[in-house]
């Protein structure tokens, strides 16, 4: 996929004013948007944040509908301005697998406890909604090493179609570093939980933030500030992992994002 920039230019007494989007024009995109301070926008009449310097983000789940609409008012205009929005829609790996022991399929009734507790913490660190602007820079790769999932796949295994995949999988032996891949804080980091192991979570502002699965050791605290490329932890296989493996994840609040399209291609 190309990288898309939106520019929509207004002349407003002479002056040439525009509303910018960065990002892909595809379901699971996170669109970056920046506006004259004081402004105000809407996606689908829905009051978007935005900040003191005029930066908003929004994003659009895996099955997200295909046309949107995005208003905006300029701070010494009266009316708002409007664009229809088109996303590509997005094919993704379904894989069919039966044959397989209920168990491994359905957790059991004794840990279903502790996964509604993990869940609450989760949604938790994911309604963090700090001013920052800290997903306006580009995004690194967390990690070193080869692709080994990707966004949007699903398994449906016995006949029932199971969560799909909301993250980008990169393999890599356990203890292998993963370094924040944008500045942010910790709002999260339980080490063993049922599903995702060492869960880390660091918010990037806006309800944008990073989600690291599978981890073996973190190397910061929840509340700790971290900078772009900075060590925060190591890859590995807790939780219920097949393989040591990082599951990067990215969510604007509830949605789940494809972290792919913020980073350049890797094989």
Known sequence: MVRV??????????LSQALELNGELTQGSLLRGKLQPGSQVWLNDNALQISD?????????????????????????????????????????????????????????????RIRQDNAQVA????????????????????????????????VLNGEPRRPHFGVDVAGPTGTPVYAP????????????????????????????????HLSKGHVEQGQSVTQGQLVAEIGATGRATGP???????WFN?????????????
């Open 53 to 113: 310097n005029g930066w908003f983000v929004f994003g659009f789940g895996r099955d997200a509908s295909l046309t949107h609409t995005i208003s905006w008012q300029l701070p010494e205009d009266d009316e708002r301005q409007t664009r229809e929005i088109e996303l590509s829609e997005r094919e993704y790996d379904i894989q069919f697998i039966e044959g397989l022991e209920p168990n491994m399929v359905t957790p059991p009734e004794e840990v279903l406890a």
């Open 182 to 213: 944008a500045d942010g804080v910790v709002t999260l980091w339980v080490p063993d939980m049922y599903y995702s192991g060492g869960t880390m979570i660091i918010d990037h502002g806006l309800g944008v933030s990073s989600t690291f699965l």
């Open 124 to 155: 938790q660190a994911r309604r963090t909604n700090d001013q920052r602007e800290d997903f306006t820079s580009d995004f690194i790769w967390p990690a070193d090493g080869p692709i080994s999932g990707v966004y949007g796949s699903q398994r």
């Open 255 to 267: 949605e789940r994002l494809d972290p792919a399209l913020l980073v350049p291609p890797r094989d």
């Open 245 to 251: 493996h990082l599951d990067w994840r990215i969510n």
């Open 5 to 14: 920039w939106i520019l929509c230019l207004l002349l407003l007494s002479g």
